[in-house]
């Protein structure tokens, strides 16, 4: 007696794969149920300690002496930005600041001396 394979369902073959899966939930569900039974209380982690009211009033009261920055409203018009900053009038110059004139000339000697670099074509 050969069974030769067929075009129908085989039976057979998922009335195995169901009983495993039977088997398969009845022991998770034992595995769940003896867990479930044997769980001991977790401990739980020490309590923060409790910072005394003394400590928190000093701290208020360091925070209110604190200078705050001043903050800018997101509404504000270009003049009283304008306000907040110093410019110098239209059509002055800046004042001379001994430091400045020491950059300016500075900077005089070595624009010269890149023009004479680049007459020599060494640049």
């Known amino acids: 007696n050969m069974k030769l394979g067929g075009l129908g369902p085989d039976y ?8 495993k899966l039977k088997l398969q939930k009845e022991y998770s569900r034992q595995i769940k149920e003896y867990n479930m039974k044997n769980i001991t209380v977790v401990q739980r982690l020490p309590a923060k300690p409790q910072v005394s009211s003394v400590s928190r009033q000093k701290a208020l ?31 002055t110059s800046l004042p001379r600041i001994p ?25």
Not at 12 to 19: A, C, G, S, W
Request: hydrophobic share 35%; no cysteine; aromatic share 6%.
């Open 99 to 123: 430091s400045l004139e020491s950059l300016w000339s500075r900077h005089e000697k070595e624009k010269e001396a890149v023009a004479a670099f680049e007459a020599l074509h060494i640049l």
């Open 61 to 91: 009261e360091y925070a209110k002496k604190i200078p705050r920055p001043k903050t800018f409203i997101a509404g504000q018009s270009d003049q009283e930005e304008k306000e907040l900053l110093p410019q110098a009038p239209a059509g």
């Open 12 to 19: 057979e073959t998922i009335k195995e794969k169901v009983k």
